[in-house]
């Protein structure tokens, strides 16, 4: 059984997921219609059902995909959205979720998408991939 070091998973169940978003339309955009709390985008609505799936709150942490991964890092963040693909330069800052969606990149080149969490959580990692994966997501 995965387990997590920290405990993300134990604290976000019935608790507050702590994400960041940095903006990548369409995957995630700021608010502007003030329907939902938060961010619009694919990936915030999908974080959202997770979260329900939790019964917890999230808490919307905006920035540069620099400053959201020292969050992981310094245990500020659960989870990293933002546009993020399989060939990320933050792999040896934060585990990345196996590939939830592929979309054609703007080079006509295929894209696979994909979710940051911390490091070691690894019972959070699961139970985000076992949701990502039962999610049919087209861009």
Known sequence: ????????????????LRVGVSPAPPWT???????????GGIEPDLVRAFAETLDAEV???????????DGLERD???LVVGGLTADSPW???ATLTYPYAQATGPEGDKE?????VQVGENAFLVELERFLLDQDVRP
Request: cysteine-free.
């Open 91 to 93: 792999v040896d800052h």
């Open 59 to 69: 808490e919307w942490t905006s920035g540069g995909e620099q400053a959201l991964v």
């Open 76 to 78: 500020e963040l659960d």
């Open 1 to 16: 059984m995965p387990t997590d070091p920290d405990g993300t998973l134990d604290r976000v169940r019935g608790g507050v």
């Open 112 to 116: 696979l998408h994909v979710m940051a």
């Open 29 to 39: 955009a700021p608010a502007s219609d003030g329907s939902a709390p938060g961010p």
